[in-house]
Each structure stands twice: as structure tokens, then as C-alpha cells.
């Protein structure tokens, strides 16, 4: 039988150390999946702002791409949306405006 007590858990700091450490890889990530979604957008002649990739595909595509489990794909996500990286509004996720587009 398996007990707390054989699993070592990190610190929380070590934890959100680990967390924080992966913005940029999944921002990068993120924003070439968004570009896509913008080139194909201006095929169409739609407005480029309109550019969206909901958070399953973008979880998706962090477990993929960067070899992640499902929990820590989430918990990288959770943490960009608490730290006002990313826009989610429903289940898409939005490029954060630059500060002079607002």
C-alpha cells in the first residue's frame, strides 16, 4: 500500500516557480497557433482582432508540443488567466491587446 507519506510534494513557491516558468514557452506556442487563425481570417476578409483558439486546442497543443501532462497543461493555463497574460472569454482564448490598442 502507497501512503502520503513515499510521495515528496514540492514546496508551493518551487510549484509556482515551475508554473511561471512555462509563460513563454506556451505564450510563443499560443502566438503562432493565433497567427494561423489570423492568415486565415484575412483569406476570408475578416477582421484579424476576431482571431481565436479555444482552451481545449491550446491544452492540446501544450501537451503535444511540449510533452506536458493534461494536469500541468491546466494548471499553466489557470495561472496565465490569473496573471492577465491571456484573454479567455467562453471557452476561446484571445491575444492580450497591447497597451496603446485599448
Wanted: charged share 30%; aromatic share 10%.
Amino acid at each position: 500500500m502507497t501512503t502520503n507519506k513515499v510521495f515528496k510534494k514540492a514546496p508551493e513557491h518551487k510549484q509556482r516557480q515551475w508554473t511561471q516558468s512555462w509563460y513563454e514557452p506556451a505564450l510563443k506556442s499560443l502566438d503562432a497557433f493565433l497567427e494561423i487563425r489570423k492568415a486565415n481570417l484575412r483569406k476570408i476578409n475578416r477582421d484579424e482582432k476576431n482571431a481565436a483558439v479555444t482552451k481545449h486546442e491550446f491544452l492540446e497543443m501544450l501537451i503535444n508540443e511540449h510533452r506536458l501532462t493534461v494536469y500541468q497543461a491546466g494548471e499553466i493555463v489557470a495561472s496565465l488567466i490569473k496573471a492577465n497574460k491571456i484573454l479567455m472569454y467562453g471557452s476561446f482564448i484571445y491575444e492580450m491587446p497591447k497597451v496603446g490598442e485599448l
